[in-house]
T-cell receptor
Framework: EPEVTQTPSHQVTQMGQEVILRCVPI?????FYWYRQILGQKVEFLVS????????KSEIFDDQFSVERPDGSNFTLKIRSTKLEDSAMYFC?????????????FGSGTRLTVV | QKEVEQNSGPLSVPEGAIASLNCTYS??????FFWYRQYSGKSPELIMS????GDKEDGRFTAQLNKASQYVSLLIRDSQPSDSATYLC?????????FGKGTRLHILP
């Protein structure tokens, strides 16, 4: 069964450092998403991406965040200057259609720890 | 008003019984509704989707949707210990899915 692949599974970084989280969506999917889940809290939408541009972003997705699809297969989330409160599980997801009529397939996540 | 509301639980159900999970949503424009299962430390896994009023059955799972009441539910029949997890209700809004906080389900052996 096709799956969304995320690397690394765990990243520890110092406050103020830049991190890049990587995702390989399912190959025939057209819509890509990043979500985050702070420990014990709900899964929160960060950003959606279609046709090489952001289609929607949440209030969480401020100027410190950026996304890119550099080579037609990878989908990355960059946090420019990490803060302690960025510590969370980050999930990449993809779907064939927007709005998720068939739901999204999630990757296994990257646990980001900012120290 | 929270967009997707669920009772956080925990909901404890004896093995073999029916587990009933409920969810309400605020946006009447939502058209697609989902139930995801999330084990501790793992990613959400889609188990059911529903778009029309009424019931949708898939194996031991039945999703129920009532758009007039803005209510979605999930029934798990013959509950198994492996069903112990957090169940996330999710609805589409614009071009994204938004999640409730989830209900922790504990199946008692």
């Amino acid at each position: 069964e096709p799956e969304v692949t995320q690397t690394p599974s765990h990243q520890v970084t110092q406050m103020g450092q830049e991190v890049i989280l990587r995702c390989v969506p399912i190959s025939n999917h057209l819509y890509f998403y990043w979500y985050r889940q702070i420990l014990g809290q709900k899964v929160e939408f960060l950003v959606s991406f279609y046709n090489n541009e952001i289609s929607e972003k949440s209030e969480i997705f401020d100027d410190q965040f950026s996304v890119e699809r550099p080579d037609g297969s990878n989908f990355t989330l960059k946090i420019r200057s990490t803060k302690l409160e960025d510590s969370a599980m980050y999930f990449c997801a993809s779907s064939f259609l927007t709005g998720g009529p068939y739901g999204y397939t999630f990757g296994s996540g990257t646990r980001l720890t900012v120290v | 008003q929270k967009e997707v509301e669920q009772n956080s639980g925990p909901l404890s159900v004896p093995e073999g019984a029916i587990a009933s999970l409920n969810c309400t949503y605020s946006d009447r424009g939502s058209q697609s509704f989902f139930w995801y299962r999330q084990y501790s430390g793992k990613s959400p896994e889609l188990i059911m989707s529903i778009y029309s009023n009424g019931d949708k059955e898939d194996g031991r799972f039945t999703a129920q949707l009532n758009k007039a009441s803005q209510y979605v539910s999930l029934l798990i029949r013959d509950s198994q210990p492996s069903d112990s997890a957090t169940y996330l209700c999710a609805v589409n809004r614009d071009d994204k899915i938004i999640f409730g906080k989830g209900t922790r389900l504990h199946i008692l052996p």
